[in-house]
């Protein structure tokens, strides 16, 4: 059974640059989560989906955006690159049935490494 | 707002010695109480988490946690660590009810052989 998978692994991207990160979740769950991991911090909540709906959202500019699609894999998009942005981007993804159970803990994949110069 | 403190940024310890890592969060309801562990250059991995019942949680890899309600704590213990457990340690909250993870800023733990 694969895990979640992310892509690409490592990316540079130029500041003003928009940059689109790619997310497929565990098989059969429909829940992705995105985090932002800046050096030497902990992961910061950015989004989460739910059947192409957006349920959560954290405290992040109006630049970052994303999407789910039908088939629960995800994208997150980040417009006007910072330096700022730079970061590990990780996606997270969890089942209904294991929510339902109160089985909160997430599958996190290994992110994406953006590094803006 | 909520919030996850770890206080302890960076461990040194020898082999065989105990681990005790301190996670202090800022809720006044239900939550919900993880420790992930991240690996150089892996992802990050669940090791145990909390729901309700029995305050003390056993986890993967001989780790383990207490939920100190009273004190708003949730600290992670090893007995005797190994070499193999060097990694960053991360203390995650979830409110009851919502799909958001507060994390805390993590502790780097280094194991001397």
């Known amino acids: 059974d694969a895990g979640v998978t992310q892509s690409p692994t490592h990316l540079i991207k130029t500041r003003g640059q928009q940059v689109t990160l790619r997310c497929s979740p565990i098989?059969?769950?429909?829940?992705v989560s995105w985090y932002q991991q800046v050096l030497g911090q902990g992961p910061q909540f950015i989004f989460q989906?739910?059947?192409?709906?957006?349920?959560g959202r954290g405290n992040f500019p109006d630049r970052f955006s994303a999407r789910q699609f039908p088939n629960y894999s995800s994208e997150l998009n980040v417009n006007a690159l910072l330096l700022g942005d730079s970061a590990l981007y990780l996606c997270a993804s969890s089942s209904e049935r294991d929510l339902a159970q109160g089985n909160y803990g997430y599958t996190f994949g290994s992110g994406t490494r953006l590094t803006v110069v | 707002a909520q919030s996850v403190s770890q206080h302890n940024h960076h461990v040194i310890l020898s082999e065989a010695a105990s681990l005790e890592l301190g996670c202090n969060y800022s809720y006044g309801g239900t939550v919900n109480l993880f420790w992930y562990v991240q690996y150089p250059g892996q992802h990050l991995q669940l090791l145990l988490k909390?729901?309700?019942?029995?305050?003390l949680v056993k986890g993967i890899k001989g780790f383990e946690a207490e939920f100190i309600k009273s004190k708003f704590s949730f600290n992670l213990r090893k007995p005797s660590v190994q070499w193999s457990d060097t990694a960053e340690y991360f203390c995650a909250v979830n409110a009851g009810g919502t799909y958001k993870y507060i994390f805390g800023t993590g502790t780097r733990l280094k194991v001397l052989a």
């Open positions: 098989s059969g769950h429909k829940s």
């Open positions: 989906y739910y059947e192409k709906e957006e349920r």
């Open positions: 909390y729901f309700s019942g029995d305050p």
